[in-house]
């Protein structure tokens, strides 16, 4: 019963003194609800923007860890294999961790939230300190799932809030929220190679974990959620002209459902009215068990398998491709950061472009952001189709400009997949849908990266090229499939609860 109880969301309620304490950024509780403020300075709702975009770097160091394996295999004197399991139970950690977090995030709001990703985030650097200065290389499994339970419970808790005060500009919300994560690689990896340099790998444990402590534990300061009474241009925090759907037991707001997503009433008739009232009142277990969800689910981890277990590789596939040029390694350094410029820049413009298009077009929202996923699976299958014939010419730049372009579509539907979770869940399910969604991405990394290793490892021996060509076939037919599950991925509020499917009027399944 408690574990049942604990996946039932509760809206917390704000009192007089609290509301009026968090309408200014510095603030603190105190206790039998008296707060500390700072009077010199009102918050703003952009202000997150800043706070998420931190955060947001903060967990992507987890990807600069591969920067860390050869000099912490020389300090530990132990080999690269046994280096790198930690990264990948700290990758599996964060998919669990985010889903777990979800209802305690809104149970107890995000700055409890972040507060205690960075404290968890801080014991995983110091058992990385405590495994370097003893001699102890089991003690880098503590960071595995410290660390990557902290990054988990952070990347999810700026999403919800930031949501919630943006109902007008879901999409750049979302984009602003994780647009950060992609800029991260090019941030740490810059801080990691001139620590390493000049101080050693015990330094980058130190100073990276007080760092990274100190800007979440500022970033937390500034996450709150909106006043009851909250509307920007004529939305509540639900993204409806007026808030429905309330009930009460005992005094307190139990909100197992999720709210209105931001349709405009005029494209509803009253049929479509009446789908869309059970729509917002779905609760979170039948939100996990539908059948739109498993193949959200599905498109999610077809979308990102490419990404996942195929561009770590990049690095390595550059140089062999331009192994006769006298500059390969300066040439490969700089084709990954335009990479991860194209992914930054992917999470940013794609979901804005997605509240423009949603405007002008009057589209669905979910099935506006739906399209994102729509356009990243099918340039990933162009891309895919003629990779083979690419990487057989040796055609270094034509290589290039498409996972330029790939990671551009890869970080648009990354940056879009939060306001999608929203609309097709509600604010209050947010954090928590999309914290399961990630662990699609360690299922991949698990599943796929042991496929990617066996195909590679049977047919390197032929030729190193061929073993990349073999990978790309079975990654695609994925990819493919993908195409598939996101259009059964239902958006329309009649379709959802519709049982089965149709095409032109035919019903194909029950």
Sequence with gaps: MRWQAYWRVVEPTKSAAQVDAEAYLLYIDLGSDVYWRASCLRFQRWMLFLAAF?????????????LLIKPLATQLRATDEAVTLPYYVAYACVGVAAALAGPSIERHGPRAGMCLGALLMAGGHLCAVLAIAYQRPFLLYGYGVLYGAGVGINYVTPIAPLQKWFPDLRGTAAGFALCGFGASGVVWGGVYQLLLRDVGVLSVFVVGGLAMTLLLLLCALVLRTPPPAYRVHGLDMHGVEEFAGDSRRDGVCLVDFAKAHDYLGPELDENERVYHERIQHQTLRACVLSADFAFL????????????????????????????????????????????????LGRLVLPIASDIVIRIASLNPPFGRKLAFGVALLVQSIVLGVLPSVLRQRDVDTFA???????????????????LCTDLYGVYHTGTMFGILLTGSSLVGLVGGYLFTRCFSAWKEESELDAYVANAHWVHAVVLSGLLFVCLVRTNPVDRFQHGYTLCGHRLCR
């Design 54 to 66: 931190v955060s947001q770097i903060c967990c992507g160091s987890l990807y600069a860890y591969s």
């Design 297 to 344: 689910y599905a498109t999610y981890m077809a979308t990102f398998v490419f990404a996942i277990v195929y561009l770590p590789h990049l690095y390595d596939l550059y140089l062999l491709l331009a192994s006769t040029s006298s500059e390969a390694e300066s040439d490969a350094l700089s084709f990954l950061l335009l990479a991860a410029i194209c992914n930054f």
């Design 401 to 419: 400009h498409m996972m330029w372009i790939t990671a551009f579509v890869l970080g648009g539907a990354t940056g879009t997949l939060p306001s």
